[in-house]
């Protein structure tokens, strides 16, 4: 049973960085879309960015030009890196895969996402 672990949270200062890692221990990540999702207290939770098995990415608005999502060389895990991070961006981040074979992402929509990891939590704030 493939599991999701999140990790690379933490507090950091508006302006700063972090790197979130998807990391599923000894399977292939590569064979399945893999998004990032986020859910601020008192929020709905929205979709962030998504990386297909193509290898082709999305991302959302607000984090356009500051995000960006990729592959770790050995293939079982899936990085965010976060830039110019804002207030706004504390949440606690999920990662989540389409858990079909050479799935693609549908925008940064939920849709088709059936495995999640439990989250990490991101706070900016100075």
């Known amino acids: 049973q493939l599991q999701l672990v999140e990790s690379g949270g933490g507090l950091v200062q508006p302006g700063g960085s972090l790197r979130l890692s998807c990391a599923a221990s000894?399977?292939?990540?590569?064979?399945?879309?893999i998004g990032w999702f986020r859910q601020a207290p008192g929020k709905e939770r929205e979709g962030v960015s998504c990386?297909?098995?193509?290898?082709?990415?999305n991302y959302a608005d607000s984090v356009k030009d500051r995000f960006t999502i990729s592959r770790g060389n050995a293939k079982d895990t899936v990085y965010l890196q976060m830039n110019s991070l804002k207030p706004e961006d504390t949440a606690v981040y999920y990662c989540?895969?389409?858990?079909?074979?050479?799935?693609?992402?549908?925008?940064?929509?939920?849709?088709?996402?059936?495995?999640w990891g439990k989250g990490t939590l991101v706070t900016v704030s100075s």
């Open positions: 000894g399977f292939r990540l590569d064979y399945y879309a």
């Open positions: 990386i297909s098995s193509s290898g082709g990415t």
């Open positions: 989540a895969a389409d858990m079909y074979y050479g799935s693609y992402c549908r925008g940064v929509g939920a849709y088709g996402m059936d495995n």
